[in-house]
């Protein structure tokens, strides 16, 4: 499975940016994908999970983005998007995308650095 995210980049604080993570490979073949969520990671802490969809559409995001990210996905296209606003400094760090598949199977993106400037 490949998972290739774009989108991450520089912005200033209050600014809005919108990352993609698009997913290809046969062994989510036929039955799909269940979820798709992103995470995110500063060097020398943990990752941590910023927020998720599943294929019911259902949304969830953690306490430090909800109200600020949006979650969606294009189940056609295998498709999740994160949409960023009002980012803060704090926000800084790099994005991962994960997949899990209907049949099992635990993917991640290459990550994608989000930096934010006061």
């Known amino acids: 499975v490949q998972l290739v995210e774009s989108g991450g980049g520089s912005v200033q604080a209050g600014g809005s940016l919108r990352l993609s993570c698009s997913a290809s490979?046969?062994?989510?073949?036929?039955?799909?994908?269940?979820?798709m969520g992103w995470y995110r990671q500063v060097p020398g802490q943990q990752r941590e999970w910023v927020a998720s969809?599943?294929?019911?559409?259902?949304?969830k995001y953690s306490d430090t983005v909800s109200g600020r990210f949006t979650i969606s996905r294009d189940n056609a296209k295998n498709t999740a998007y994160l949409q960023m606003n009002s980012l803060k400094p704090e926000d800084t760090a790099v994005y991962y995308c994960?997949?899990?598949?209907?049949?099992?199977?635990?993917?991640w993106g290459q990550g994608t650095q989000v930096t934010v400037s006061s």
């Open positions: 969809i599943h294929a019911s559409n259902t949304r």
């Open positions: 490979g046969s062994p989510l073949m036929p039955w799909g994908i269940s979820v």
């Open positions: 994960n997949v899990k598949g209907q049949k099992g199977g635990d993917y």
